[in-house]
């Protein structure tokens, strides 16, 4: 069975920083796709940044380019998203999403697997 738990949303100022974890389990996630999206109150899910199994290419939002980073583990079964310079924009509940094969990185609906979901506010 595959699981994605999501960790380390919170609670921070304009300009801080958070860093999201994504744990995966129940399969061998080296060569899926993992991204990352996001969903404000009234708006839909939108893209945030992905990173490909084979090869490591990053992929990102123009809204979060410059200041967010996703990177994988060793293992290749934990993704982060490391978040700088937050805007009270970036206030969503964020979501770990993965795929063996994902053709158009920024579409949710090519993922099959998602997480619960973590929480993230950032105040003015």
């Known amino acids: 069975q595959v699981q994605l738990v999501e960790s380390g949303g919170g609670l921070v100022q304009a300009g801080g920083s958070l860093r999201l974890s994504c744990a995966a389990s129940?399969?061998?996630?080296?060569?899926?796709?993992m991204g990352w999206f996001r969903q404000a109150p009234g708006k839909e899910r939108e893209f945030v940044a992905a990173?490909?199994?084979?090869?490591?290419?990053?992929y990102y939002a123009d809204s979060v380019k410059g200041r967010f980073t996703i990177s994988r583990g060793n293992a290749k079964n934990t993704v982060y998203l490391q978040m700088n310079s937050l805007k009270p924009e970036d206030t969503a509940v964020y979501y770990c999403?993965?795929?063996?094969?994902?053709?158009?990185?920024?579409?949710?609906?090519?993922?099959?697997?998602w997480g619960q979901g973590t929480q993230v506010t950032v105040s003015s």
């Open positions: 129940g399969r061998t996630f080296s060569n899926y796709v």
């Open positions: 999403a993965a795929d063996p094969r994902v053709v158009r990185l920024s579409q949710a609906y090519e993922y099959d697997y």
């Open positions: 990173i490909r199994g084979s090869g490591g290419s990053t």
